[in-house]
């Protein structure tokens, strides 16, 4: 699980610019963002650098 939404959300960003921003369709953004699939390891630090975070953060822990 992961929480690319949350931080979308909280940071007023589209699925649209993330996909952009990653040379990746609309559509494989959404699979991450809606937890259907799950990016690799590289495409998370990808995003991560995207959005200016700590990779950990888009990670959801078991108590979520």
Known sequence: MNR???ILE???IKQ????DK??????TVNGYVQN???????V????ATIL???PKELLATKSE
């Open 4 to 6: 690319i939404k949350e």
């Open 52 to 54: 200016n975070v700590d």
């Open 36 to 42: 259907r699939t799950q990016p690799s390891l590289e």
């Open 10 to 12: 909280e940071r007023g």
């Open 16 to 19: 649209v610019w993330l996909a």
């Open 22 to 27: 990653l040379g990746k369709s609309f559509n």
């Open 44 to 47: 998370l630090y990808q995003i």
